[in-house]
């Protein structure tokens, strides 16, 4: 991707979660043409100051799983290591805003191919084009209701 569609789609993706921030859910949980998202808040690991993250996700049963593919980036997203820091976090899906506890699973662990098959269905291929791009292994983060 150019330096130009790089910045696009980042201011994009900003815009994305400041409607979905702004309109309490209402918006943003589901685009046309796009897998459903949510807003994934944690505590930044450094800070401590609170941290918001529009993701993609997809469900596995009452279990919720972001992917930490960051595009295929070498470096991983900051939002994985504020989690691994400090796993208890708060998602909002839609108007619903819900405590969890998030656990990174990666290919080596058990699970992984299976959580990635479901991951990677809901995002039309994407996270496999994305590992393709980087030699960071990409782990599932699956978000576990704690309320």
Sequence with gaps: MDKLLTKTFVKTLALHQLIYERSGGRLGHRVPRMPPSLLLRCTGRR????????LTYASDGDRYLITASNGGARKAPAWLHNVTANPQCEIQVGRDRIPVTARPVYPADEGHA??????????????????RKTDREIPVVVLSPSG
């Design 47 to 54: 800070t401590g100051q609170p941290r918001t993250s529009a």
């Design 114 to 131: 299976r959580l990635w098959e479901i991951v990677n269905e809901v995002n039309n291929d994407r996270y496999r084009a994305y590992q």
